[in-house]
């Protein structure tokens, strides 16, 4: 009997469809990994209106993440689209709702990765990415980033860093050939990471 394929959780918020795109690209990175399968899914936007709740399913797209998700995932992709240099509230305050898998260390020793979109290039990818990780961090996630044997982060005129990838949206939400290339490396990475971290020493 063939056992069943280990997960890689791809939780992102996408506002404009720009992350959601580069979110399905690291899912299918991971999918070139054999034995490796990606979850797909996404958070609720926040609302100043305390009256207003958002449905229990998405009218579109993959389902909402729960505390689940990431209990049961092998590893983690992080996405969101930047706002002043820093991850979307959505993601925030789904992030700050997992105490209690930081209580019991469920993420402990995970492999995780982040991923950004912004709309100017200079709009904080970076940042951005490095504040995604420190929640992770708290939860004792192995950070896994973008090493320099990826090549096309020495010659990409668009986005990618060391620390994940990145996108320069601007007015087309789709991304750049080298920008699709760091998606896909991204999910192998981190598919490959937590194959290699499965194996009983």
């Not at 996408?14 to 795109?21: F, I, K």
Request: charged share 15%; net charge neutral.
């Amino acid at each position: 009997m063939t056992a069943p394929a280990a997960e890689i959780l791809v939780l992102y918020y996408s506002r404009h469809g720009a992350t959601a795109e580069m979110a399905r690209l690291v899912a299918r990175g991971v999918e070139e990994v054999p034995g490796m399968q990606a979850r797909l899914r996404t958070v609720p936007a926040v609302s100043a209106v305390c009256e207003k709740t958002a449905d229990d399913i998405p009218a579109e797209g993959p389902p909402y993440a729960t505390l689940a998700d990431l209990r049961e995932c092998a590893g983690l992709a992080l996405g969101s689209p930047t706002r002043f240099g820093n991850m979307a509230a959505p993601l925030k305050f789904f992030l700050d709702g997992t105490s209690e898998l930081w209580l019991s260390g469920a993420l402990a020793g995970k492999p995780a990765g982040v991923f950004t979109s912004t709309g100017s290039l200079h709009g904080g990818q970076e940042t951005t990415l490095l504040t995604m990780m420190l929640p992770l961090l708290h939860h004792g996630m192995l950070i896994v980033g973008l090493p320099y044997t990826e090549t096309v982060l020495h010659t990409t005129r668009t986005g990618g860093t060391p620390y994940g990838p990145s996108h320069f949206a601007g007015t087309d939400a789709r991304p750049s050939p080298d920008e699709k290339t760091l998606c896909r490396a991204l999910g192998r990475r981190l598919a490959q990471t937590a194959q290699r971290l499965a194996v009983p020493s």
